[in-house]
């Protein structure tokens, strides 16, 4: 168990940046996820808390302690990668004591005679058993200590690797991406025992992933890394509900949130493929936005209105409980697609190519400025008829039936 601070690190290889100044404070006991697309450093980061990988600048701190410099066996950190690292020629049994082996035993001790000329060698080579046998029923291996790595399948193999790593009681927990060798299925039953290992045992954890589904569904916080940045730490929820960057908004979310071209006149948000007012919002300087609205909270409406985005439906896919419409707003050549989200019991009459319209619940909209930053600005709809829109008249919507309207 363990307090993980990180201060301002960075990492370059040759020129290129590849860790640009990552602060992250990590509790005792939580388990962090670490999201971000491949190449954004997240490995690199995570060696580095281990001690694997030396940083260039700012300090990694254990429990208040500045660790920097130090081995990684002095770190007391156990590390599971994706590819699972066991000895082929060595046993389960075998693979799980080693870590202790090389802790309790000296060079000479760990030699099959030293058991008999000394008691300690005795006694500690009965605790490592006892060790084994505790880890290996913890993640429910037993039957299998006697096989080599080659007999396993991915998931056995993955849980001797965890067995392993938790097999020292380290104070803290890294895990480098453990389920991508894995089936979708065992992956989903793995996930939740690791979470429930971990909290079991209580040990701080830091959990690498791209996986979005993974980090929202394992960890008590995400932070998502983007080239080399922390960009946003939060739970899922706070982040799915307010990303504070479209980066981040666009990884956490499936399907998607759209994200839309628009501007801001006179504290009215138009779309720029159709023009039309889609919300109020006070204090936004005038000029180019990013509009990004949830795909659940698109309303579509089977004919097309004046008060209304003019919408083609192009796609659907039947989930069971839901829908997700596929949708071309705008005309031909300025379109531009989203996906909607819908109760699957509304969608039975909507016609694929069949013109339509769709609303955007303003309350749920998302600003975010050209560089893609969020605006933080109440966004109203309005009763009364908007100005001029880009020419058109045209009105903003009333948010307050937000009806999920039969198409
Ligand atoms: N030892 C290394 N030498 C040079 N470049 C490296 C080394 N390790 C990683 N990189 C580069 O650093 C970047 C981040 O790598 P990595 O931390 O593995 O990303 P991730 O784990 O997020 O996929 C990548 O561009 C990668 O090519
Ligand atoms: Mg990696």
């Known amino acids: 168990m363990s307090h993980i601070e990180i201060q301002n690190l960075k990492k370059s290889f040759g020129d290129a940046p590849v860790l640009r100044g990552i602060d992250l404070s990590i509790q005792q006991g939580e388990f962090i996820a670490i999201l ?3 190449g954004c450093g997240k490995s690199t980061l995570l060696r580095i808390v281990a001690g694997l990988e030396a940083h260039d600048a700012g300090h990694v701190l254990m429990d208040g302690a500045i660790v920097d410099g130090l081995a990684p066996k002095t770190r007391d950190v156990a590390v599971v990668f994706q590819s699972y690292a066991l000895y082929p020629h060595m046993t389960v049994a075998q693979n799980l004591a080693l870590p202790l082996v090389m802790r309790d035993l000296n060079r000479a001790e760990r030699l099959p005679l030293a058991r ?5 060698v005795k006694r500690v080579r009965a605790e490592i058993l ?4 505790r880890a290996a029923s913890q993640v429910e291996i037993e039957a299998l200590l006697d096989r080599k790595p080659g007999q ?3 998931g056995q193999r993955q849980r001797v690797a965890l067995a392993r790593a938790l097999i020292r009681k380290p104070k803290l927990f890294l895990l480098d991406e453990p389920l991508s060798n894995l089936d979708a299925t065992l992956r989903a039953s793995t996930r939740a025992e690791i979470v429930h290992l971990q909290k079991k045992l209580g040990t701080t954890a830091i959990y690498v992933t791209h996986d979005q589904t993974e980090a929202m569904t394992m960890a008590d916080r995400i932070a998502i890394m983007i080239d080399g940045e922390i960009i946003q730490i939060g739970t ?8 504070i960057d479209v980066r981040a908004a666009l990884f956490i979310g499936t399907p998607k949130m759209n994200v839309f071209e628009g501007t801001a006149e006179n504290g009215v948000i138009h779309l720029a493929a159709t023009g039309t007012a889609v919300a109020h919002a006070a204090g936004v300087r005038d000029g180019p936005v990013q509009i990004g609205v949830r795909p659940e909270h698109i309303t579509l409406m089977r004919e097309q209105r004046e008060d209304a985005i003019p919408t083609v439906p ?3 896919e039947f989930l069971g409980s839901e829908a997700l419409v596929h949708i071309a707003i705008g005309e031909k050549t300025r379109s531009v697609s989203a996906i909607a989200r819908l109760d699957a019991d509304v969608i039975d009459g909507l016609q694929i190519g069949k013109p339509a319209s769709a609303r955007l619940r303003p309350g749920a909209l998302h600003l975010f400025d050209r560089e893609g930053k969020r ?4 966004l109203h709809s309005s009763l009364v008829p908007l100005p001029q829109a880009l020419g058109r008249e045209k009105r903003a919507f009333n948010e307050q039936p937000a009806p999920l309207l039969r198409v």
């Open 116 to 120: 008999r000329l000394s008691g300690r």
């Open 36 to 38: 971000g697309p491949s």
């Open 130 to 133: 006892q060790a084994v046998q």
């Open 152 to 154: 396993l399948s991915g």
């Open 314 to 316: 192009t796609h659907r």
């Open 236 to 243: 899922a929820r706070e982040i799915y509900d307010r990303p």
């Open 375 to 378: 605006l933080e600005t109440p």
